[in-house]
């Protein structure tokens, strides 16, 4: 089955600066990667995916790169906030083409 | 729209007795999961349900647990007798189609003492 690694596992900034979240995954015929965030005691909430037809995609203050033939994709939080403190986990769509695979997650802490 | 619903929200019962964790998924998604997520760890997959049929449940521990998805809507999952290492937040998740993601429910928070 698919397994989804995720670098690093704590991660902490400056407000303002910026944070990039790694992950790799296994099964080439993934072609979705969602990321979603989980405040403390809260349900994960998705905030960006890329599909594999593309390479990056933009939201704001973040982004997304997906590299196909490396397996590998990242999250980039440009100018943090400290409401970006969160545990960020990545995500891969299995090879039956019906169920997420999480990463182990990251901790971000943005000291303001 | 409203959002994916569970209770209890916290449970702790002791090891070798049962419980029963349920979900009510949005309206219309078909695709109905129930993760486990261990402190500190990414949510771990235990069942899929499409309307009331089960996609996988490869990795559900089916000695204790056990998960029924009823008329295709409301689910339930249950474990019995709970071990210590069940500890754990239980989270149900539905889903329009996968390429849309996942919405989570607020998860139920399980102490097995």
């Known amino acids: 089955g698919e397994n989804v690694e995720q670098h690093p596992s704590t991660l902490s900034v400056q407000e303002g600066d910026s944070a990039v979240i790694k992950c790799t995954y296994s099964d080439s015929a993934s072609n979705y990667f969602p990321w979603y965030k989980q405040e403390l005691g809260k349900r994960p909430q998705l905030i960006i995916d890329?599909?594999?037809?593309?390479g990056e995609k933009k939201d704001q203050r973040i982004a997304v790169t997906l590299n196909k033939t490396a397996k590998h994709f990242s999250l980039h939080i440009t100018e943090t906030q400290p409401e970006d403190s969160a545990v960020y986990f990545c995500a891969a769509i299995n090879n039956a083409g019906n169920m997420l695979t999480f990463g182990g997650g990251t901790r971000l802490m943005v000291k303001p | 729209e409203a959002g994916v619903a569970q209770s209890p929200r916290y449970k702790i019962i002791e090891k070798r007795q049962s419980v029963a964790f349920w979900c009510n998924p949005i309206?219309?998604?078909?695709?109905l999961y129930w993760y486990q997520q261990i402190l500190g760890q990414g949510p771990k997959l235990l069942i899929q349900f499409q309307n009331n049929g089960v996609v996988d449940d490869s990795q559900l521990p089916k000695d204790r647990f056990s998960a029924e998805r009823l008329k295709g809507v409301d689910s339930t999952l249950k474990i019995q007798p709970a071990k210590l290492e069940d500890s754990a937040v239980y989270l149900c998740?539905?889903?329009?189609?996968?390429?849309?993601?996942?919405?989570f429910g607020s998860g139920t928070r399980l102490t097995v003492v």
């Open positions: 998740a539905s889903s329009f189609g996968i390429l849309y993601g996942y919405t």
């Open positions: 890329i599909r594999s037809n593309v």
């Open positions: 309206s219309g998604h078909a695709t």
